[in-house]
């Protein structure tokens, strides 16, 4: 039960754009339906639902074309970066290294207060030999003093990367609240997440049963923690990622 959260938060992700699809033609095929029952403009039952059907229509196919374009993207970056190794060196490091343990602790703890909002700030990483190192964290108030980010909400944080990486930082980290039981959801990487900046290094925290945890991803793969420290975040496979899920709390 520990991977129950994050084997369906991950099928979902994988299945959210058709699934949003098939809504949206459910929706079409209902309202359409609503519209031929309805005999007189006073029919007001029909003509509610007709409107309730485009509305969820409209808001599922925009959910649909927004994740499938993404993912498009996302595709096409992947393979400007396989091309150009040297050039986006931080889409394709073996390990990130937190060296900002004030920073990371920090982080860890603001995290532990499980505020059901969610926030970030910037950060800044270099590549060494393969290996990302996390030099600087950005404390988050003066992220948002100096206009980064803002308008935290339970499920989004908007965020003014173009102009954070005018300011030399080439990485992103926010919080995302758990829910209860499915913490294990959060391992799971969203696409909308993964597109980012290309040559960022994003850093992810969240709360688990046994404390708060951080993870790091960029758009080919997913970081997680070496040890308690979380100073090592080590490159791993979906397979990897279940087994680390498994290992906590033993």
């Known amino acids: 039960m520990k991977t129950f959260g994050y084997r369906l938060v991950k099928s979902f992700h ?4 058709s699934l949003f699809l098939g809504m949206c033609a459910l929706s079409v095929n209902f309202g359409l339906e609503s519209i031929l029952e309805i005999e007189k403009i006073s029919d007001v039952y029909h003509i509610g639902r007709a409107v309730a059907a485009g509305g969820l229509a409209f808001i599922t196919a925009r959910c649909a074309l ?17 091309k150009n190794h040297e050039k986006y060196n931080l889409e394709n490091v073996s390990e990130i290294v937190i060296d900002d343990m004030e920073g990371l602790e920090i982080l860890l703890e603001k995290t532990n207060e499980k505020k059901i909002f969610e926030w970030g700030t910037f950060l800044k990483s270099y590549d060494d030999k393969g290996k990302a190192v996390v030099s600087e964290i950005l404390d988050f108030e003066e992220a948002k003093e100096q206009g980064l980010v803002s308008s935290s909400r339970p499920w989004r ?34 696409c909308l997440d993964r597109y980012s900046l290309m040559n960022w290094l994003n850093l992810l925290s969240f709360n688990m049963p046994d404390g708060p945890e951080i993870i790091g991803y960029n758009r080919n793969y ?16 979906n397979k990897q990622i279940i087994e680390y899920i498994k290992s906590l709390q033993k």
């Open 222 to 237: 997913t970081y997680l923690p070496k040890d308690k420290s979380k100073k090592h975040l080590i490159q791993a496979t």
């Open 66 to 82: 927004k994740i499938g374009a993404t993912k498009a993207l996302l595709y096409l970056d992947k393979s400007e970066i396989a």
């Open 14 to 17: 994988n299945w959210s754009g």
């Open 157 to 190: 944080i908007i965020s003014k990367k173009n102009l954070a990486k005018e300011k030399g930082y080439n990485g992103f980290h926010h919080y995302h609240p758990s829910i209860p039981g499915l913490a294990s959801a959060n391992y799971s990487i969203h």
